[in-house]
């Protein structure tokens, strides 16, 4: 964690106990879960929870002893989403992907060097993938999200990431530097990333970036489903969809980033 200014350590730790109980909604997560994901000591995550619920950014279920998300966080997110939120303009692409494939669509975020997953709508086929939700967090490089926003990256962007992250032992060969490289390559050349059951055994993705005013992909949209829905017949057409409504989402997200501010 970084440590370049007092008290830099401490802000780090809270902020990686927030990320845990984030991911963990709304269901929960207990102590000795934050402290796995952390790999802080759990007498340390115990009172920096304490702490922040006393704040108002956590909340405790003393029944079932699992922590949440507090109300301040609520309050400073609907600030924040003045600036950050781009799901009202994505709703309508998302739906529209669910509703033509019959498959689970998302919109998902980067968050430096992670995704963020912020809407899923399900499509009518009644079997789902749970994967990817709201909330989920992957490395970038992982699921079809994560490896449709690193492949449109510049490319000192990706020899920095790859040299600096090693997603194999968590994330299987397939996500091993060189696998990614080749995997990044093809994404590129198709437009669209895949995920072949890479994550969840029998569970496909596939996904288009997203990009900003600046030309950096920034979001994604992305599609995951059972194997047996994603068939070298059909990924292509799925593959022309993702990148349409990638393509109308980011210009209207330019277009939007271009109005003078109100």
């Not at 879960?33 to 929870?49: F, I, K, N, Q």
């Not at 939120?85 to 709703?91: E, S």
């Not at 600096?164 to 390559?185: F, M, Q, V």
């Amino acid at each position: 964690m970084n440590s370049t200014f007092p008290g830099a350590q401490m802000v780090g730790r809270m902020a990686a106990v927030l990320r845990a109980v984030s991911t963990a909604m709304p269901r929960g997560i207990s102590t000795a879960e934050v402290a796995r994901s952390t790999g802080l000591a759990r007498p340390t995550v115990h009172r920096l929870l304490g702490a922040m619920a006393a704040e108002g950014f956590c909340d405790h279920d003393h029944q079932d002893g699992l922590w949440m998300l507090g109300p301040e966080m609520y309050l400073m997110g609907t600030v924040a989403a003045e600036r950050y939120d781009i799901t009202g303009i994505a709703r309508d692409h998302v739906t529209a992907l669910a509703e033509a494939t019959g498959e689970s669509a998302f919109l998902s975020v980067r968050r430096g060097e992670e995704t963020v997953c912020l809407l899923r709508e399900d499509g009518a086929f009644p079997i789902r993938s749970f994967v990817l939700y709201e909330g989920k967090r992957f490395p970038l490089g992982v699921a079809s999200a994560g490896l449709a926003i690193l492949s449109f990256l510049p490319e000192s962007a990706i020899e920095r990431f790859l040299d600096s992250h090693d997603l194999e032992p968590a994330y299987g060969s397939d996500h091993g530097r060189e696998s990614l490289r080749r995997r990044i390559a093809e994404t590129r050349e198709r437009g669209w990333a895949e995920n072949p059951a890479l994550i969840v055994e029998g569970s496909w993705g596939m996904g288009a970036a997203v990009f900003d005013a600046a030309g950096q992909p920034a979001w994604a949209l992305s599609l995951t489903g059972v194997e047996s829905r994603f068939s070298p017949e059909r990924r292509p057409e799925m593959g022309r969809l993702l990148m349409h409504h990638a393509h109308e989402l980011s210009k209207k997200l330019r277009s939007d980033q271009a109005l003078p501010a109100r």
